[in-house]
Nanobody
């Protein structure tokens, strides 16, 4: 089983930036797509971005497109989420996840392994 550990969350003012990191264990990290999701209390987990195993394919939710960038460093087994132009609607717990399938996907149930989450709070 893959272990995922997120870091980089925190408190930031609207308009600011944060970079989240997700460190993964396991020897086959580069085989699998990775995703970032977010969740606020009382709401379902929401897709944010995903990236293919090679990093050549990415996908973004419309709400973050143009502001967030997902990337990965397979040698270091890290996935990043660069978040710019943050607004209060971006406040949430952010999770990284690994999909055992070969294709990028926006569907949470397609992801088998999840991190513990990191809180991002954007103040107005």
């Amino acid at each position: 089983q893959v272990q995922l550990v997120e870091s980089g969350g925190g408190l930031v003012q609207a308009g600011g930036s944060l970079r989240l990191s997700c460190a993964a264990s396991g020897r086959t990290f580069s085989w699998y797509p990775m995703g970032w999701f977010r969740q606020t209390p009382g709401k379902e987990r929401e897709f944010v971005a995903c990236i293919s195993g090679s990093g050549s394919t990415t996908d973004y939710a419309d709400s973050v497109k143009g502001r967030f960038t997902i990337s990965r460093d397979n040698a270091k087994k890290l996935v990043y989420l660069q978040m710019n132009s943050l607004n209060t609607d971006d406040t949430a717990v952010y999770y990284c996840a690994r999909s055992p399938s070969g294709a990028t996907t926006r569907v949470p149930k397609d992801y088998a392994d999840w991190g513990q989450g990191t809180q991002v709070t954007v103040s107005s």
